[in-house]
């Protein structure tokens, strides 16, 4: 090679002026992103993100029953594509969601506004948690526009319940999120095994992982303490000592277990959206659309409550023939890419919901790594949206059941003796031979 050809060749990249920009040349996915954020954190902290219930069998099963669907592409023209699409009756640049996540300023100090923030910008909706660590009012104050939905367990105590919605009525949430997965608390056995309490307790265990983690460290310790504000009203009694103690108090408490009567009351009392939040039961999909509740998230809480609870994936195409346009259905546990989406809503699903995903953007670099996992969604959609050769969410939902097949369909198939090409031998040549 000539001088000149090897100084074509040479290439030096200025170095990344923001966290952004950093986290873009680093990471590729949200694998990449995890990876950053178990750096980032103690490991006890990292555990309670990625942790499920007992053996951790709907966890696993979350994510692998997605690769359990191919897709069969079919060529056509995939001009003007776009993400857009719709949602409990308003916009969405592209059909995914930020689910609820408890205590989330403990993973970085920016918590639920960097992620209102970030969810805001790629105009999608967030689900801010009751047990989220800022109140609810301080999100919506941050983040006018932003389609907020709120997230609550069923409230028995009809006096309580009136006053929560009351608070989240003013406080500007369009849909609630109500939580049929939480009649108990998963036994996460991560939690048990590292000695986990949120807000976490400084044992000489902590204050060695903390050491070990500084940047976290300082974050947490010179940042508010971790509390659970949205609860101060319900919860008199002040502080708790760990999730599970609060899980305990509240069902325990005005929060007691509640069946469908209180749904309907609950229907009754909000006139907004309501998205039912944990059914994988084709019955119940059935009764929800009945008493007029808006949209399932079909979901087993991410397999952190109970486990061998079905996954999503492998209940999906029933709960769709169940729901029968009735209501909407959004997909939570295990979407992991943007490929990910895009097979649900091939399969009927009208949007997914992540969880740890941003979780790991937030651990890694606050808003600016929320909005990353963001981006590569988009960007992995319209990637998988053009090789399957679809232009909008529209043609996915109308096209979808053409361009997807279970592994299960396709090993009966090719299992299945081919037809002889010449189906009939006519009968005069039977005769001759
Ligand atoms: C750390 C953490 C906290 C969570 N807290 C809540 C919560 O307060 N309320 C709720 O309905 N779901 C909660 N979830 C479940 C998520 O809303 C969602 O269903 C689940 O994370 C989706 O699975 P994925 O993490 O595989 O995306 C939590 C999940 C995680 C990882």
Redesign the pocket.
Known sequence: MKAKDIKALVSVQPPARTKAERLGRRSFNVEDIRKQAARRLPRSVFD??EGGGEDEYSLRR?RDSFADWSFLPQWGSVADLSLESTLLGGPVAMPLTL?????TRLFHPQGEIAVARAARSARVPY?L???STTTMEDVSAATPGLRRWF?MEPIGDRGLLDAVLERVSRAGYEAL?L?VDCRGIGHRERDYRNGFTAPPSIKPRTVVEGLLHPSWSLGFLLNDAIAFPNLDAEVPEGPLASTPDMWRTLLAGSYEPTDWNDIEHLRSRWDGPIVL??CVNPDDVDRAAGIGIDAIQV?N??G?QLDHMASPMDVLPELVRRADGRLELIV????RRGSDVIKAIALGADAC?????Y?YGLAAAGEAGVAHVLNLFAQEMERTMTLLGVASIAQLHADGPALIRHRAEMFERSTTPARPRIAAVPDELRSRA
């Open positions: 309670y993100i979350n689910s609820p996540t408890g205590g689900g948690a009751h047990l997230n999120l939580n939040k944990g979901s809480h991410g952190r939570d546990g295990g979407v919901s992540i969880g740890r995903p979780l």
